[in-house]
């Protein structure tokens, strides 16, 4: 006589328990090797952060309207944008500038148009930032005429947005950016600052 033995249903439990075990630690396995994979030529590579300069900047208006704490502005800038990696490309995203005075705004926001930077590249970045009675603290006039007597002007060109890495098929995501620039115009006799006054090109101070 044969015997049948049958598997009781807590056999079969015990065995199911056991084969999605294997399953996680299988996928788990996986995805640290990918993650891994991923980290290690981000290591590699290790992307260096854009660098930015400022070509030139000119002001055409710069006058307090009525009442005296509202301010008008025209501001012209050029700043050079250039990624330094041989590897790595850059996409910029919601970029928008502005100008700035004793670290009040003084113009609207201007966006830019979002780009991709290959490797190594430059771009040119040119805006027309302009403020309409744009409101100012009551030390604005005196501020200002204070740079007048001294000859020169001292504005912040500001640029901020957000970047993605790109390494061949993989891109990364968002980081924010913070970019500053000084301008130190140079004024005419009288402290006019006219469409004339250039700005002196310095680098900026770039934040990722």
């Known amino acids: ?17 056991h084969l999605n075990k294997k399953l996680l630690y299988g996928f788990s396995a996986l995805l640290v090797s ?20 400022l070509k030139d900047t000119a ?10 704490r509202l301010l008008n502005s025209t501001i012209q800038t050029t700043i050079i944008s250039k990624n330094p990696n041989a590897r790595v490309g850059i996409y910029y995203d919601q970029l928008r500038t502005y100008a700035a005075y004793k670290g009040q705004q003084i113009t609207a926001d201007t966006a830019l ?16 930032l302009n403020g309409i009675s744009m409101p100012v603290a009551p030390s604005f006039g005196y501020e200002v005429s204070r740079d007048q007597t001294a000859g020169k002007l001292y504005l912040e060109l500001k640029l901020d947005g957000k970047l993605r890495w790109k390494v061949g098929s993989w891109v990364s995501g968002s980081y924010r950016i913070d970019v500053d620039c000084v301008a130190v115009i140079v004024l005419r006799p009288g402290g006019d600052p006219g469409p004339m006054s250039l700005v ?4 900026c101070s770039t934040t990722v």
């Open 1 to 17: 006589m044969s015997l049948l033995v049958a598997a009781s249903p807590k056999d079969c439990s015990k065995k199911g328990f």
């Open 34 to 53: 990918i993650l891994s994979l991923v980290f290690l030529v981000w290591l590699i590579l290790h992307p260096t952060k854009p660098e930015f300069y």
């Open 59 to 68: 002001v055409y208006e710069l006058s307090l309207a009525s009442p005296p």
């Open 113 to 128: 148009p979002p780009f991709y930077q290959g490797h190594q590249d430059i771009n040119i970045l040119s805006s027309s």
């Open 200 to 203: 002196q090109g310095t680098q």
